[in-house]
């Protein structure tokens, strides 16, 4: 699945030329959108531009920061698409944003489209995003059940000495309401409780302290949603 987007080797593997491809845009059939990358058909599908973007960038390319928390589905997808690639120079090019780091297997695949993990996006993100957009960034995470206490734990500890490690340990001590003593057995003795009360029929709503206090509505409004379900 790519989304209705194909690339010139993609395209010639199929036997389609320089010639073919000249023919087919001339004719709409194909559009281009970067550099050896086209569009193929009329109609743009939701993810084009991201899946472009990373074809664009070379093949060990993922989606990365905003554009991977937007995938992942905890964040407003950017208006530029954030790509990190582990080597090279890739040029910039109009609508992406590159980013030049190690991925070290942090990479996943979200609706076809390689993505790096979610514990590696709230670690990119860390220190360059605002620490309240941080915060609810994390949040967001938990609630979409995308990252829980223990992987928010290891994210903590894989980003020492890295940029924004600080923002990160910081916001994560807000978020799970425990200061600057977060830890791994605190999570997972949260987990374990969570998996016993599933297991006596119950559904579990995490709520932080922050969310209480300054977004009292929108916890009234998760709670009434889950009783109507």
Known sequence: MQHGVVTVAQLAAAGVGRRGVAHRVAHGRLTRLHRGVYRVGPVEAPLTPVMAAVLACGARAVASHRTAAALHGFAQEPACVDVTVPAGHPRDRP?????????????????GIPVTTVERTIRDLAGRISDRELKRTIEEALIQRR???????DAVSAARGHHGAAALRAAAAAVSGAGDGVTRSEAERDRRRDADLAAAGFRVIRVTWRQLTDEPEAVVARFAAALAR
Do not use: F, K, N
Not at 147 to 153: E, I, K, R
């Open 147 to 153: 990252l829980d206490h223990s992987s928010l734990t």
């Open 95 to 111: 609508g992406i944003r590159i980013h030049r780091s190690p991925l070290d297997g942090d990479v996943t695949a979200t609706q």
